[in-house]
T-cell receptor, first 110, second 114 residues
Framework: GIQVEQSPPDLILQEGANSTLRCNFS?????LQWFHQNPWGQLINLFY???GTKQNGRLSATTVATERYSLLYISSSQTTDSGVYFC????????????FGKGTLLTVNP | DAGVIQSPRHEVTEMGQEVTLRCKPI?????LFWYRQTMMRGLELLIY????????DSGMPEDRFSAKMPNASFSTLKIQPSEPRDSAVYFC????????????FGSGTQLSVL
């Protein structure tokens, strides 16, 4: 199956700092989503981004499908950004199965 | 929109007991997924329904697990008999098949089997 690698595995920031999270995947994809799991366990969909760039407030994401990676940018981080960020691509040929990476654990300190 | 609704939020049971987890997907969504999250294995897809029909149950660990979707607004995941190794967070998620297939998760059920 498709291999999904997220980096870094852990990241500690001071409030106000910027960060970039990376997701590499091994196969061609037709769908890719980013999720945030907050400290209470809720999984929130951040982006549906099979290709191109999208922005939502302080967050933006870019997927370069031809090079098999996606990036999530967090600017001016806040303590509420803490949690685990998951990348979940879907391999071409599948019409439903997302494969979740192991995630990046982000801690934003005040 | 109420989002995906799961119940119960927490379930503590003893080994051997039957456990039933419930899910109400977002109205209008035609795809429903059950996931399990553990520290060791991360997020795993257990079963996928499309238009109430089970399409892929290859992730169901064993015969002790079963899932049903009797109508478009309700699904259950049953474990019988439960074992301590089933302890995990079980998530239900739904999406609308089509051009923008964002997946939306419920709040999960934290299951502890003693």
């Amino acid at each position: 199956g498709i291999q999904v690698e997220q980096s870094p595995p852990d990241l500690i920031l001071q409030e106000g700092a910027n960060s970039t999270l990376r997701c590499n995947f091994s196969d061609s994809v037709n769908n890719l989503q980013w999720f945030h799991q907050n400290p209470w366990g809720q999984l929130i969909n951040l982006f549906y981004i099979p290709s191109g760039t999208k922005q939502n407030g302080r967050l933006s994401a870019t997927t370069v499908a031809t090079e098999r990676y996606s990036l999530l940018y967090i600017s001016s981080s806040q303590t509420t950004d803490s949690g685990v960020y998951f990348c979940a691509p879907r391999v071409e040929g599948s019409n439903y199965k997302l494969t979740f990476g192991k995630g990046t654990l982000l801690t934003v300190n005040p | 929109d109420a989002g995906v609704i799961q119940s119960p939020r927490h379930e503590v049971t003893e080994m051997g007991q039957e456990v039933t987890l419930r899910c109400k997907p977002i109205s209008g969504h035609n795809s429903l997924f059950w996931y399990r999250q553990t520290m060791m294995r991360g997020l795993e897809l257990l079963i996928y329904f499309n238009n109430n029909v089970p399409i892929d149950d290859s992730g169901m660990p064993e015969d002790r697990f079963s899932a049903k979707m009797p109508n478009a607004s309700f699904s259950t995941l049953k474990i019988q008999p439960s074992e301590p190794r089933d302890s995990a967070v079980y998530f239900c998620a739904s999406s609308l098949t089509g051009s923008n297939e964002k997946l939306f998760f419920g709040s999960g059920t934290q299951l502890s089997v003693l």
